[in-house]
């Protein structure tokens, strides 16, 4: 089985400074990794996904993540935010390739951007 | 664009109620997915349908079950409503081919259980 754990809950920040949303994930397997956002009032939206090759992967609003198999880590960045980045993000895992389409999501971490 | 609409965007029920959320996609996806989102425990899978009629449990199947007797649509029911379940709901779809894995959520439903 896998688990995802992001290490913050909450991280506030100030306008136009970088930001790191941490994520470690636990499998006996191979991963996909992804990274969804929540913004206030929505559904989920992707943000970017890992499958497999480069371990840098970039997605929209200039956010980007780093897969790291050795500390079984997948960190958020983005090196300036905006007041609009302020939202909830979400880490998930699954299994690559699974016998099923199952995420495992993490807990959330809310990040606000104060101007 | 995938689009996964849910009936209601807030809802409020008395304790006892039956109580049916419904979720539509139109990208004639094969999976579809019902979560539980509450303040703290990130989302918690419900149920998850992979064709019609088949449907399989996911964490915290208790006190919900589900249907879906169309390809494009996914309900999830509420026999009979507490307050224990007033949270955020939110469903999901993915397709088989290409990359099956990512999910596409709908706006999600507000339920209160008075």
């Known amino acids: 089985a896998q688990s995802v754990t992001q290490l913050d809950s909450q991280v506030p920040v100030f306008e136009e400074a970088p930001v790191e949303l941490r994520c470690n994930y636990s499998s006996s397997v191979s991963v996909y990794l992804f990274w969804y956002v929540q913004y206030p009032n929505q559904g989920l939206q992707l943000l970017l996904k890992?499958?497999?090759?480069?371990?840098l992967v970039k997605g929209i609003n200039g956010f980007e993540a780093e897969f790291n198999k050795s500390q079984t880590s997948f960190h958020l960045r983005k090196p300036s935010v905006h007041i609009s980045d302020t939202a909830e993000y979400f880490c998930?895992?699954?299994?690559?390739?699974?016998?099923?389409?199952?995420?495992?999501f993490g807990k959330g971490t809310l990040l606000t951007v104060n101007p | 664009d995938v689009k996964v609409t849910q009936s209601s965007r807030y809802l409020v029920k008395r304790t006892g109620e039956k109580v049916f959320l419904e979720c539509v996609q139109d990208m004639d996806h094969e999976n579809m997915f019902w979560y539980r989102q509450d303040p703290g425990l990130g989302l918690r899978l419900i149920y998850f349908?992979?064709?019609?009629?088949?449907?399989e449990k996911g964490d915290i199947p208790e006190g919900y079950s589900v249907s879906r007797e169309k390809k494009e649509r996914f309900s999830l029911i509420l026999e009979s409503a507490s307050t224990n379940q007033t949270s955020m709901y939110l469903c999901a779809s993915s397709g088989t081919g290409g990359f099956p894995y990512e999910q596409y959520f709908g706006p999600g439903t507000r339920l209160t259980v008075t």
């Open positions: 890992y499958l497999s090759g480069s371990t």
């Open positions: 349908s992979y064709d019609v009629k088949m449907k």
């Open positions: 998930a895992v699954t299994q690559s390739p699974g016998s099923n389409y199952k995420l495992t």
